[in-house]
């Protein structure tokens, strides 16, 4: 349960930062910005650290694309082509909040070539504001499920260790330390929890499989150490909790009155 949510989770902050880098600031340039002033812009854009990927269309290529959206060749009808070179900048998608677009429309409208900047500041602080709520409710539910299962697995371990307190007495009682009593508890219960992580990794990398293969927009390849680790969390956290489930649950039988046992 752990892992799926984390899967869901991870997944879902990465559709968000994908869906980040593809709002653009668009830089509109005047007619009379000299080609060389365009290269420099572009370079110096590269070269921040906000930057993730910049595209200059052209006047014409930005005719050739709205003929193609609209259906109709608008040009005919003023006469000349009435739009502007410009420039898309996509920026990382930890930098994506209002506060950076507007430094930097702030910074470049002292440009003398450039004619406006546009860029969609509603939409931005939305997707900042949803994800956030999004993460913090997969946090909750996440933390949730865990205090069940947590309860669940304890709930069981107890009743096996108190099915076996007269075993636990009798030995106690014969002179074994607590360590020796503990010890096949333990291992018994360290075994199961790591059988069900197994079971876990299983039916994890079957989801993986098949949302790999039916969902194009899905790529787990470039992801493959992250999963590992996943997994190997979820056996650590299988091992952790049996253990301490376990000595708990043995330590309450071996400190217990004989009298009590009933």
């Known amino acids: 349960m752990m892992g799926a949510f984390f899967l869901i989770a991870f997944n879902a902050s990465k559709i968000s930062d994908d869906f980040k880098e593809k709002i653009p600031i668009t830089i509109y340039l005047k007619n009379d910005a000299k080609k060389i002033e365009i290269e ?5 854009l590269n070269l921040k650290d906000y930057t993730n990927s910049i595209n200059y269309i052209s006047k014409e290529k930005g005719a050739e694309i709205l ?3 609209i259906g109709e060749d608008f040009i005919e009808f003023y006469g000349t082509n009435p739009l502007l070179n410009s420039i898309d900048l996509f920026l990382k998608s930890e930098f994506v909040t209002t506060l950076v677009f507007d430094e930097i429309s702030n910074e ?3 440009t003398d070539f450039i004619d406006e900047i546009i860029y969609d500041a509603p939409l931005i602080s939305l997707i900042n504001d949803n994800i956030n709520k999004i993460k913090y409710w997969i946090l909750g539910i996440a933390m949730f499920f865990l205090i069940i299962s947590i309860l669940v697995i304890n709930s069981s371990i ?3 260790i108190y099915s076996n307190r007269i075993n636990i007495k009798t030995m106690q009682m014969v002179g074994a330390t607590r360590r020796f009593i503990r010890k096949p508890f333990i291992s018994t219960h360290v075994k199961l929890g790591l059988i069900g992580s197994l079971i876990a990794i299983t039916l994890l990398s079957s989801s993986l499989y098949y949302i790999q293969n039916n969902f194009e927009y899905f790529n ?5 150490p992250l999963i590992i680790s996943m997994f190997a969390a979820i056996s650590v956290f299988s091992i952790i909790i049996t253990y301490l489930c376990t000595f708990f649950a043995t330590q309450r039988f071996l400190k217990i009155k ?3 046992l009933y």
């Open 40 to 44: 420099q812009l572009i370079k110096k």
């Open 258 to 260: 004989i009298e009590q």
């Open 158 to 160: 107890r009743l096996s």
């Open 220 to 224: 787990f390849e470039s992801e493959i």
């Open 67 to 69: 003929i193609n959206e």
């Open 108 to 110: 470049l409208n002292n």
